[in-house]
């Protein structure tokens, strides 16, 4: 069994920065895969980041220039870092993990981008 635990979320200001964490514990082998994504009110779910074990990233076209997926495997640990923040940003953001050939998803987080 693999749990994740995220956190990070909260209220911020437009322009604003915030950092989201996602761990991974329990019966883990190696993560071939660590993604945020995210999901607005009304909307579908949506890949934000993703970050493949080697090295590999790729982005949104929305958040390019403004987010940085990276990870620790030592840890187990995937963050995001999220600047330039802008209001359109507001959504319950989420991790997931595939790992010995299973996807996990996190509980989420909320993020809020307003003034």
């Known amino acids: 069994q693999v749990q994740l635990v995220e956190s990070g979320g909260g209220l911020v200001q437009p322009g604003g920065s915030l950092r989201l964490s996602c761990a991974a514990s329990?019966?883990?082998?190696?993560?071939?895969?660590m993604d945020w994504y995210r999901q607005a009110p009304g909307k579908q779910r949506e890949l934000v980041a993703h970050?493949?074990?080697?090295?590999?990233?790729n982005y949104a076209d929305s958040v390019k220039g403004r987010f940085t997926i990276s990870r620790d495997d030592a840890k187990n640990t995937v963050y995001l870092q999220m600047n330039s923040l802008k209001p359109e940003d507001t959504a319950v953001y989420y991790c997931?993990?595939?790992?010995?050939?299973?996807?996990?998803w996190g509980q989420g987080t909320q993020v809020t981008v307003s003034s």
């Open positions: 970050s493949a074990r080697g090295g590999s990233t």
């Open positions: 997931r993990i595939i790992t010995n050939g299973y996807l996990y």
């Open positions: 329990g019966s883990i082998f190696s993560i071939n895969v």
